[in-house]
């Protein structure tokens, strides 16, 4: 015996018509939920650019940002200046400030530069925008620029506060998918604290920091070694993290050399 | 009798023991090697898939009378994948931190076979209520091995539990490690979850007459 719901016609019908509701669902709901995901993000990004140069409320043993409430406010008063370095076939070829770079975007603010797209365009031949933060605390100026690669399953990426000699002040890693218990922890404490005053030069050449295995200072006391130690069962994603260090802020050197000369 | 009639509470307990989504059914073992190096991703992942298939089994059983046989799978597919996303855009609009840290898990949970397997077999011959309580029913059990497996890797594996060090520094060699004894690194890679399910399933069986086959 056939039943109803067997005949061609009714399951084209019922198809068509399931995509309809379900398109119609979802696309409701992500659009009348896009501002508030939006918003969440760009918090999030000015929670991350804090934490990179120490300002955060970190307990003994876990990874707490500013909260949420608090860190428009924060996120203005330490850093002092969003600079975006133009580059074109890997020479810095323009220097803008925050003002300049608004007047010219739409008003929208150097930290929300999609670094993502960015890399796109360089890719592509097209001129790239590098931002860096500038911020201040306890007199010392931090210099913290957004880096970004890829891990072993999908994206990682981070910030990483520094000094004007390349010395790194202050690490921040995120994930989209990388292992929990392994790669994801990345962005634990233990392994990003490791980074605070490790050297991204060798005697006066970018040398980046690398994730290494066959580390042979696993406390991590020789600062100028350009290494910290890996995480066991996450080689990839430690792989990752190394090429996007030595990769992305290789292309802020020349702007740390005029530093000096100032 | 309260609640739950007798064959509705086997709904619930029947999964938990003697026809275990994981040890027995062998599903969802993907999901299990994936996230269970971690207590606390293992624990995320259980309750989200108690929602995940609570809700679905509902929906499907609602549906079942309408749906066309030959495209049931996909149709099957499609409340899955409704249902991920919308929890997925509301927890990273309301709950952004959580959002965060289930990443990766909500979609994985579209893949896990549990959801899909319970759909075909029971939630298509159902009623709403009854196909409920086996979607809980099923979540449990596997939620309970997924947690049992994560507990071992973890504290094997990483010397801690829900990232807390429970047997001392590893590097500064505090506590148990002061002895000597080290972490498995082993424990922490996918063919060591293989092997903990695989212990799981012998303990069962053997304990279990009705699971003991005769030769």
């Known amino acids: ?262 | 009798m309260g609640l739950l009639s007798k064959k509705d509470a086997a709904l619930i307990t029947d999964p938990f023991a003697d026809n275990n989504p994981i040890t027995i059914q062998v599903l969802g073992i993907c999901s299990a090697l994936a996230i269970t190096a971690e207590l606390k991703a293992s624990i995320v992942m259980a309750i989200s898939v108690l929602f995940v298939l609570g809700v679905g089994n509902v929906v499907i059983s609602l549906m079942r009378n309408i749906i066309p046989s030959k495209i049931r799978i996909i149709v099957q597919l499609i409340v899955v994948a409704t249902l991920v996303i919308i929890v997925d855009q509301v927890l990273k609009a309301f709950a952004y931190e959580l959002s965060k840290t289930l990443g990766a898990f909500i979609g994985l949970i579209i893949t896990n076979c549990i959801i899909m397997g319970r759909f075909e077999a029971f939630a298509l011959a159902n009623g709403p209520w009854r196909s409920f309580l086996d979607g809980i029913g099923n979540a449990v059990g596997y939620g309970v091995i997924l947690i049992i497996v994560a507990f071992f890797r973890e504290l094997l594996g990483s010397g801690t539990l829900l990232g807390f060090p429970v047997l001392g520094d590893p590097i500064e060699k505090t506590g148990l490690y002061s002895t000597g004894y080290e972490n498995n690194g082993f424990m922490l890679l996918a063919p060591m979850a293989l092997i903990v399910v695989g212990i799981i399933i012998w303990i069962q069986r053997s304990r279990n007459e009705a699971l003991i086959e005769e030769n």
């Open chain 1, 1 to 262: 015996m056939s039943k109803r719901t067997d005949s061609n016609l009714y399951t084209m019908l019922f198809a068509i018509g399931m995509v309809l509701v379900v398109g119609t669902i979802l696309a409701f709901l992500a659009s009348s939920l896009k501002p508030t995901i939006d918003e969440n993000k760009r918090i999030e990004k000015q929670q991350n650019i804090l934490y990179a140069m120490g300002v955060n409320e970190n307990d003994e043993s876990s990874a707490i940002f500013v909260s949420k409430d608090k860190v428009g406010e924060e996120f203005f008063k330490y850093i002092t200046e969003q600079l975006v370095l133009v580059v074109e076939n890997g020479k810095v070829v323009q220097q803008q400030n925050r003002e300049e770079y608004m007047a010219e975007n739409n008003n929208q603010e150097p930290y929300l530069i999609d670094v993502k797209k960015q890399q796109t365009a360089a890719k592509e031949g097209k001129k790239r925008k590098l931002p860096l933060f500038v911020g201040e605390k306890d007199g010392k100026t931090f210099y913290i620029a957004p880096i970004r690669g890829k891990g072993l399953w999908d994206a990682v990426w981070g910030y990483v506060g520094m000094d004007a000699n390349m010395v790194v002040q202050g690490a921040y890693f995120d994930h989209k998918g990388e292992t929990a218990g392994l790669g994801a922890n990345i962005k634990l404490r233990f392994f990003m604290d490791d980074f605070i005053g490790e050297h991204l030069k060798k005697e006066g050449d970018f040398k980046g920091i690398t994730i290494s295995k066959s580390n042979n200072d696993p406390k991590n006391i020789d600062k100028t070694d350009n290494e910290v130690d890996a995480i066991a069962g996450a080689t990839i994603t430690g792989d990752g993290v190394s090429a996007m260090i030595k990769s992305e802020l290789r292309k802020y050197v020349s702007f740390f050399n005029t530093l000096k000369t100032n």
